[in-house]
């Protein structure tokens, strides 16, 4: 029972989330199933940044370079090999090839600290950045459109209902993957990292390793992100790549809670929420976001998470 009384809150979201599609049908605003996958998919990159910044206390403002990466590896194989286009062919080589960007990236930048990380891993984004925007042949500034979303057997990814359910499985597999890492070895060793990095090196941790799995492991998954997001919007262009859109997922990781396993969903899903209806009021919404955001972190410095945390306590 206390179990239950403790979680009841995490049933009912999961709950909710599983019956949203039926429920927009039901009252005719179908409309918001193609909002809430968006919704979803910046979950997830906002997930793989508080993996970073939340658990391992790397502060990286280039984290939209692996999400763009990924997209375009969607859209350049939906264009030169279009027979390669299936999504369990693109999404598995959108998250190995980001994968292996991310641990060319991060054995550079986790050489340094602070703020050094910070600007280099911003640099990196804007590197790749201009290199998209510079390649004509997959629509330089203007983007990449996409014909069709890719294709998943005989599931019909043009129906948004298909696609959000979809895009909430694979979710749900990276939330499970990252509550198995978080209680591991691995996981302690990185939060060790995070408060007293000088002292774990002292205890034998080859640091350096275990950060730069963490950054190939958040690059993968922001990746996944980028890919899913690539066939929501049925085009790719480089400001999926643009140093703001880390600005954003940042943002996101602080409202919902640093560290926090649902940290990232929790403040993407208020991020968006507020930006739609705030939107409605005042084309200056950022202004009313920033006071939100500066109200939270005076009164709960842990976040959305971890409000309900006190709560559940």
């Known amino acids: ?72 590896v969607v859209g350049i194989v939906a264009l030169d090999a279009p027979q390669w286009s299936a ?14 960007l991310a641990f060319v990236i991060g054995a550079i930048c986790l050489r340094t600290r602070g703020v050094y990380f910070i600007m280099i891993t911003l640099a990196f984004a804007q590197m790749l950045f201009y290199i998209f925007v510079s390649l004509k042949g997959y629509g330089g500034d203007d983007g990449l459109p996409l014909a069709k979303r890719s294709p998943l057997g005989t599931l019909k990814m043009a129906d948004d209902t298909v696609f959000y359910y979809v895009v909430l499985a694979l979710l749900a597999l990276c939330l499970v993957f990252l509550a198995r890492l978080r ?50 919007n049925g085009f790719v262009s480089p400001n999926m790549l643009h140093w703001d859109l880390s600005g954003t997922a940042l943002v996101m990781v602080i409202l919902g809670g640093l560290g926090s396993l649902w940290g990232g969903l929790a403040g993407a899903v208020v991020f968006m929420v507020l930006e739609e209806v705030l939107t409605s009021f005042t084309s200056h919404w950022q202004i009313i976001l920033g006071l939100i955001l500066l109200g939270l972190l005076f009164f709960a410095p842990k976040g959305i998470a971890g409000l309900f945390a006190r709560k559940a306590r």
């Open 87 to 100: 999504a369990p062919v693109v999404l598995p080589l959108a998250i190995v090839a980001t994968g292996i």
């Open 183 to 232: 209680d591991s070895r691995f996981g302690r060793v990185l939060r060790g990292i995070k408060d007293n990095e000088v002292r774990m090196e002292s205890l034998g941790y080859a640091t350096l390793r275990f950060k730069l799995t963490a950054f190939v492991i958040a690059g993968a998954m922001a990746g996944l992100a980028g890919a899913l997001m690539a066939n929501q």
């Open 1 to 72: 029972m206390a179990w239950l009384i403790r979680h009841g809150w995490l049933i009912a979201a999961c709950l909710f989330a599983l019956a949203f599609p039926m429920l927009a049908t039901a009252v005719g605003q179908d409309f918001y199933i193609s909002v809430a996958s968006r919704v979803l998919i910046w979950g997830l990159l906002a997930t793989s940044l508080n993996l970073l910044v939340g658990t391992g206390g790397m502060v990286s403002m280039g984290h939209a370079a692996f999400f763009g990466f990924g997209a375009y």
